[in-house]
């Protein structure tokens, strides 16, 4: 499964990985780092997660 977002050459083994990585390429992210003086924001909740280790 390739990524149709123009420019992006990832595939994915799994159709449901290739819709997750989608995700990534929305223009909202809701997720924001809870960190002071850290203005990283996420797309998935997981991902943001993973950044606050």
């Given at each position: 499964?390739v990524?149709p ?49």
């Amino acid at each position: 499964y390739v990524c149709p977002h123009k420019g992006c050459d990832k595939t994915f083994s799994t159709s449901g990985h290739a819709r997750r990585h989608s995700h990534t390429h929305k223009p909202q992210q809701p997720f924001v780092c809870p960190h002071d003086g850290c203005d990283a924001t996420f797309s998935r909740r997981d991902n943001c997660t993973q950044h606050q280790r």
